[in-house]
Nanobody, 121 residues
């Protein structure tokens, strides 16, 4: 079972920081082979990929809008994924979702329930 649960969202002023966490119920072995990602969905908009990290902590990709401000990381022993968000802007306001993709799969098969991030100006 790859159950994902996000935490760490909240209300922050523009320029502030938040650290999102995603805990998984998967075994250490299973978690370590998953590609992990963070998505966000702002009100009235589609869900978009914010950052992704391949298995083994190799390749990391970021949306252009968050490059230089957000950092994705993972701890496979703790079966956790993180998103450090700095210099937050009101446009970062959204529900943030943790997601996982199995090896060889093109679609993101596993999702958390989401955590709200609100950035005030």
């Amino acid at each position: 079972q790859v159950q994902l649960q996000e935490s760490g969202g909240g209300l922050v002023q523009a320029g502030g920081s938040l650290r999102l966490s995603c805990a998984s119920a998967a075994s250490t072995r299973t978690f370590s082979i998953l590609t992990m990602g963070w998505f966000r969905q702002a009100p009235g908009q589609e869900r978009v990929l914010v950052a992704a990290m391949s298995r083994g902590g190799g390749a990391r990709t970021y949306a252009d809008s968050v490059k230089g401000r957000f950092t994705i990381s993972r701890d496979d022993r703790e079966r956790a994924l993180f998103l450090q968000m700095n210099d937050l802007k009101p446009d970062d306001t959204a529900v943030y979702y943790c997601a996982a993709k199995a090896p060889g799969e093109s679609s993101w098969d596993y999702w958390g329930q989401g955590t709200h991030v609100t950035v005030s100006s």
